[in-house]
Nanobody
Framework: QVQLVESGGGLVQAGGSLRLSCAASISIDSIALMAWYRQAPGKERERVAFIGSTATSYADSVKGRFTISRDNAKNTVYLQMNSLKPEDAAVYYC????????WGQGTQVTVSS
């Protein structure tokens, strides 16, 4: 059983920044691909970004604005979000890619205009 705990969300104005963290209960060194997902009300959950050992991949909607990173020693994955837009508002979750573990509570990101 893997526990994933997201944090760092909040309310930010358009153009602002947030840094999300995902703490895992196991060594993420054993998880080849870690990812961030988001889900807005009434919409399907979508993948935002994923990271291997060093290589990263991003959804077109966030390219150039978001950066995913991992610290295996801390069993933590991060998502630096810059130049936030109202369309980025959602609950953000972390998981493997493809998602294999129970979803955590997520962290709410609200972007005001």
């Amino acid at each position: 059983q893997v526990q994933l705990v997201e944090s760092g969300g909040g309310l930010v104005q358009a153009g602002g920044s947030l840094r999300l963290s995902c703490a895992a209960s196991i060594s993420i060194d054993s998880i080849a691909l870690m990812a961030w997902y988001r889900q807005a009300p009434g919409k399907e959950r979508e993948r935002v970004a994923f990271i291997g050992s060093t290589a990263t991949s991003y959804a077109d909607s966030v390219k150039g604005r978001f950066t995913i990173s991992r610290d295996n020693a801390k069993n933590t994955v991060y998502l630096q979000m810059n130049s936030l837009k109202p369309e980025d508002a959602a609950v953000y979750y972390c998981n493997s890619f493809p998602a294999k573990y129970d979803w955590g509570q997520g962290t709410q990101v609200t972007v005001s205009s």
